[in-house]
């Protein structure tokens, strides 16, 4: 069976990064993304996609068995750093139709794909340690 990944123009130590414009494609032929990001970062904003399942990166090693494996798989984290951890961890276990989301969150909504807004507002200021999230109304 060829790599669903194959298509993917980014490729570093033998993971592909998939570009968040190759993403749709990659969706429709079956892959499904998996959101690394913890609860409170999904709950400001999250990928307008309906093939999703969210694993906070904090719980990966221990649920990683949990996922859909059966499908190729695209992690995706805030910036991609964890999401090409995640995808290094599954090819050593014997994966091969894994990926990471080049430019994570970030690059995703810094290009304009869809995204849902969140329960909560994005946090800014000054120091993110002093400030709490507030619901929205």
């Not at 959101?35 to 904090?58: K, M, N």
């Not at 995808?87 to 995703?108: C, E, I, R």
């Amino acid at each position: 069976m060829d790599n669903l990944f194959d298509i993917c123009k980014l490729q570093i130590d033998g993971i592909p990064f998939a570009l968040p414009r190759e993403v749709k494609d990659l969706l429709a032929k079956g892959a499904i993304l998996v959101d690394l990001r913890e609860e409170l970062e999904t709950q400001i904003r999250a990928f307008g996609v309906e093939r999703i399942t969210y694993l906070p990166y904090s719980e990966f090693e221990n649920k990683w068995e949990e996922l859909p494996l059966d499908n190729p798989v695209i992690f995706a984290d805030s910036v991609g750093l964890h999401g090409k951890e995640a995808a290094f961890f599954m090819k050593a276990k014997g994966y091969s139709q894994v990926a990471s989301l080049a430019g994570g969150f970030a690059g995703w909504f810094r290009d304009g794909f869809p995204v849902k807004e969140g329960k909560y507002h994005p946090l800014n200021g000054p120091c993110p340690c002093m400030i709490r999230p507030h619901e929205r109304k």
